[in-house]
T-cell receptor, first 113, second 113 residues
Framework: NAGVTQTPKFQVLKTGQSMTLQCAQD?????MSWYRQDPGMGLRLIHY???????DQGEVPNGYNVSRSTTEDFPLRLLSAAPSQTSVYFC????????????FGNGTRLTVT | GNSVTQMEGPVTLSEEAFLTINCTYT??????LFWYVQYPGEGLQLLLK?????DKGSNKGFEATYRKETTSFHLEKGSVQVSDSAVYFC????????????FGKGTKLSVKP
């Protein structure tokens, strides 16, 4: 039972490079989201999706793009990496109801130099 | 605005000590409340939840009671173990059917043998 799978686990980028963080879930969850975790800041919502073809911005969306072409996948794209995007990124999914818990992946640690 | 405030850490306890981690929230209506735990190198996982006032969530010896009158959801455990060392996050759902969670900044717990 894989749950939420994120790749890669670690990534180092130079300023200005682009890349895609992958996220896949096998629980047929409609809701998926991306958070970033920074020391002293907790988790902040970047983007989320309530179903295939539907995405919306969270608290800190600038510099990131998302798409949701299938229920299973929700990739996060960094268009032009900046040192301020150095963080740990978590993908999560849920059934999408108000009392449904989020299921998290193990995270991607990104460093931008 | 919507927010979650939890006690700052780190919290260091001896094994078998009593644990309390305070959490208060600012929200309208009746959100669902959650505690998540993050072990080193892993993603967050649900520890317990409560979906209405006066509900008590419990799991692995941890408990938290949904107090609407004080907008609080404090986490307690009567006797902590070394294996409880982790970061604990309080969260609530504000988006109804969307599944979005607002997280506190996390409290790091270290339990010494």
């Amino acid at each position: 039972n894989a749950g939420v799978t994120q790749t890669p686990k670690f990534q180092v980028l130079k300023t200005g490079q682009s890349m895609t963080l992958q996220c896949a879930q096998d629980m047929n969850h409609e809701y998926m989201s991306w958070y970033r975790q920074d020391p002293g800041m907790g988790l902040r919502l970047i983007h989320y999706s309530v179903g295939a073809g539907i995405t919306d911005q969270g608290e800190v969306p600038n510099g990131y793009n998302v798409s949701r072409s299938t229920t299973e996948d929700f990739p996060l794209r960094l268009l032009s990496a900046a040192p301020s995007q150095t963080s740990v990124y978590f993908c999560a999914s849920s059934q999408g109801l108000g009392n449904s818990p989020l299921h998290f992946g193990n995270g991607t640690r990104l460093t931008v130099t | 605005g919507n927010s979650v405030t939890q006690m700052e850490g780190p919290v260091t306890l001896s094994e078998e000590a009593f644990l309390t981690i305070n959490c208060t929230y600012t929200a309208t209506g009746y959100p669902s409340l959650f505690w998540y735990v993050q072990y080193p190198g892993e993603g967050l996982q649900l520890l317990l939840k409560a979906t209405k006032a006066d509900d008590k969530g419990s799991n692995k010896g941890f408990e938290a009671t949904y107090r609407k009158e004080t907008t609080s959801f404090h986490l307690e455990k009567g006797s902590v173990q070394v294996s409880d060392s982790a970061v604990y996050f309080c969260a609530y759902n504000y988006g109804g059917s969307q599944g979005n969670l607002i997280f506190g900044k996390g409290t790091k717990l270290s339990v010494k043998p």
